[in-house]
């Protein structure tokens, strides 16, 4: 069978049937040198045949332009498409088909994404703001990846929407600059902006409500203002009331193999300093 007979068969769910694709050309697979496999599956490079096959571009046709006159830029102008490209196009289309029919459920798992992404950023802001070795600690870890499975499947749902969506070219990119915004303010508003004192609130909480337990005082919230180095100026509101300023001092110790070893030092700026 030449090339120009042989065809590709390619399942389409919302047809509920496989498409017959001719192929145009084929190469051998690069990757795979032709054996079909790589690293012991099925290479994903030419989906296990050994070939790159090009076949006629699915959103031009193999006309190589598109509806609206321009050069088509699924392909590039070229006419083709490699059958990878072609899957990936379809299973884009796929999406968005289904995201006309039910976008809540694909807007809510976004939704959760972006939260995690916050969340996460603001853990691993608040360690890594005070002492950068932080981020070697399970917290941080934990949290970059549940982090970066978030913001990864955001982008990944952007991607294929930019793919297999009908919208114009100027929608799309209003589009994707508005979910990128809001995909940056999700990490920077809770993180850096403000997320970075939150851990060294937390420990100055602790400190000052185990030194006023006698007392039968505690420390309700500690809100940092500013930073001077390892120094972090502060405001205690304890629960009769009072606020008193204070200063945080980190001090990072010589640990032992990988274990991180600090010391965090409470003490009152002015008034109240019998108190704490």
């Known amino acids: ?50 070939q790159v096959k090009m076949l006629d571009c699915i959103q031009c046709n193999g006309t190589k332009v598109a509806p609206d006159g321009q050069k088509c830029k699924c392909c590039n102008g070229a006419g083709t498409l490699t059958e990878v490209k072609t899957r ?28 995690a992404l916050g969340v996460a950023s603001h853990i691993i802001s608040g360690y890594a703001f005070v002492y950068f070795m932080f981020l070697k600690t399970w917290p941080c870890y934990v949290s970059l990846l549940f982090g970066l499975g978030g913001g990864f499947y955001v982008l ?33 508003i809770p993180g850096p902006v403000t997320g970075r004192y939150w851990w060294i609130e937390k420990e100055s909480k602790e400190i000052i409500t185990d030194a006023l337990a006698e007392q039968g005082l505690s420390c309700q919230s500690v809100k940092v203002d500013r930073a ?24 990072n110790e010589r640990g032992h193999g990988n274990k991180i070893a600090y010391s965090v030092h409470v003490e009152p700026v002015k008034n109240g300093a019998d108190d704490i």
């Open 1 to 50: 069978m030449s090339e120009q007979q042989e065809s590709v068969h390619i399942h389409i769910k919302s047809l509920g049937r496989a498409v017959e694709f001719p192929v145009r050309s084929a190469t051998t697979c690069k990757k795979c040198k032709g054996t079909g496999t790589k690293d012991k599956k099925a290479c994903p490079y030419c989906c296990g045949s050994g």
């Open 228 to 251: 001077d180095g390892d120094d972090y100026h502060a405001i205690a509101t304890l629960s009769n009331g009072d606020k008193v300023e204070v200063i945080t001092h980190f001090k």
């Open 156 to 188: 990944v749902c952007l991607n294929k929407m930019n793919k297999g969506s009908y919208l114009p070219a100027t929608t799309k990119g209003l589009i994707t600059a508005g979910v990128i915004a809001v995909w940056i303010a999700a990490i920077a």
């Open 88 to 115: 990936e196009f379809l299973d884009a289309r796929e999406f968005c088909e289904n995201f006309k029919k039910n976008p809540a459920k694909t807007l809510l798992i976004c939704l959760a994404c972006l939260v």
